[in-house]
Nanobody, 120 residues
Framework: QVQLVESGGGLVQTGGSLRLSCAAS????????MGWYRQGPGIQRKLVAT???????NYAHSVKGRFVISRDSGKNTVYLQMNNLKPEDAAVYYC??????????????WGQGTHVTVSS
């Protein structure tokens, strides 16, 4: 099994910044793509950003130019730097990992979620 432990959420004013972190640990052979998703009240969970092992990134249109995803593959950790936050960015942010266990089985894992609140 794998655990994804998220941190860095909180309350910030409009225009402010937050940095989310997510560390994967457990019986991991390899972690492939990692990413962040978010879910607001009454809204389906949506992709925010993803990053591959090669560092290729993909962003939701709404966060391009404001958010930056990065990773430390040696630590199986992914980060999300969120700048110029807007009230519509408020949500529960979930870390996601596509990983391979020690039995070489591909798996998907989700973190427990971290709350981001943006005051106007």
């Amino acid at each position: 099994q794998v655990q994804l432990v998220e941190s860095g959420g909180g309350l910030v004013q409009t225009g402010g910044s937050l940095r989310l972190s997510c560390a994967a640990s457990g019986s991991i052979f390899r972690v492939n793509a990692m990413g962040w998703y978010r879910q607001g009240p009454g809204i389906q969970r949506k992709l925010v950003a993803t990053i591959t092992t090669d560092g290729d990134t993909n962003y939701a249109h709404s966060v391009k130019g404001r958010f930056v995803i990065s990773r430390d593959s040696g630590k199986n950790t992914v980060y999300l730097q969120m700048n110029n936050l807007k009230p519509e960015d408020a949500a529960v942010y979930y870390c996601n990992a596509l990983w391979v266990d020690v039995g070489r089985n591909p798996r998907v894992a989700w973190g427990q979620g971290t709350h981001v609140t943006v005051s106007s």
